[in-house]
């Protein structure tokens, strides 16, 4: 088992910037992968970020190429959404989900485990 916990998020204004932190504990040596999602009110959850916890290969939904960062720390089994330029349509539930797949997607069954979720409101 596998639990996740997220933190750092909050209210900002257009533009910008807030670090989502994701601590991982358990039996995290199971895990390829590490990722985030996001789910707004009344949409689908959809893939945001994800991360190789080994090689650190990584992979962006278009939305947000160029102004997120997934990273990680893996000393201290956390990773971290560096999210940039921010705007209204970034509202939503942040979530981190971690999975034992080698070449997971982001449909929401690749993934494992979930957090709990931690909210990122943006005002225009």
């Known amino acids: 088992q596998v639990q996740l916990v997220e933190s750092g998020g909050g209210s900002v204004q257009a533009g910008g910037s807030l670090r989502l932190s994701c601590a991982a504990s358990?039996?995290?040596?199971?895990?390829?992968?590490m990722g985030w999602f996001r789910q707004a009110p009344g949409k689908e959850r959809e893939g945001v970020a994800r991360?190789?916890?080994?090689?650190?290969?990584?992979f962006y939904a278009d939305s947000v190429n160029g102004r997120f960062t997934i990273s990680q720390d893996n000393a201290k089994r956390t990773v971290y959404l560096q999210m940039n330029s921010l705007n209204p349509e970034d509202t939503a539930m942040y979530y981190c989900?971690?999975?034992?797949?080698?070449?997971?997607?982001?449909?929401?069954?690749?993934?494992?485990?979930w957090g709990h979720g931690t909210q990122v409101t943006v005002s225009s």
């Open positions: 358990g039996d995290t040596s199971s895990s390829r992968w």
């Open positions: 989900a971690a999975t034992s797949r080698w070449w997971p997607g982001w449909t929401r069954t690749d993934w494992d485990y």
């Open positions: 991360i190789r916890t080994s090689g650190s290969n990584t």
